[in-house]
């Protein structure tokens, strides 16, 4: 039961660990300050644990490493995106 409440709690806190600097980068439209190869990096290692977690048809790992790869790709796009195209995409999605 610990290891159930242990890798639940691993994988929604890794989940969620990308969403404040998704929404800073909506509210601020700016990325200078991320590193791209980090999130090169970080992308390909969630797209291979998504792929690792459907071979295995083990689902806590494809929902949490699909989330997580949706988020760091969202914060690459954005942060591969020209600086006038970012600002759009940012007002949009921050209203």
């Known amino acids: 039961m610990i290891e159930l409440v242990l890798g639940y709690a691993a994988a929604f806190l890794s989940t969620v660990s990308f969403a404040p600097q998704a929404w800073k980068i909506i509210r601020s439209g700016k990325t200078h300050d991320i590193s791209l190869g980090m999130y090169l990096l ?51 999605l921050g209203g």
């Open 42 to 92: 970080t992308v390909a290692a969630f797209a291979l644990w998504l792929a690792f977690g459907i071979l295995k048809q083990e689902w806590p790992l494809v929902l949490s490493n699909g989330i997580c790869l949706m988020l760091s790709g969202f914060i690459l796009f954005m942060k591969i995106l020209p600086a006038s195209r970012r600002k759009t995409v940012a007002r949009t």
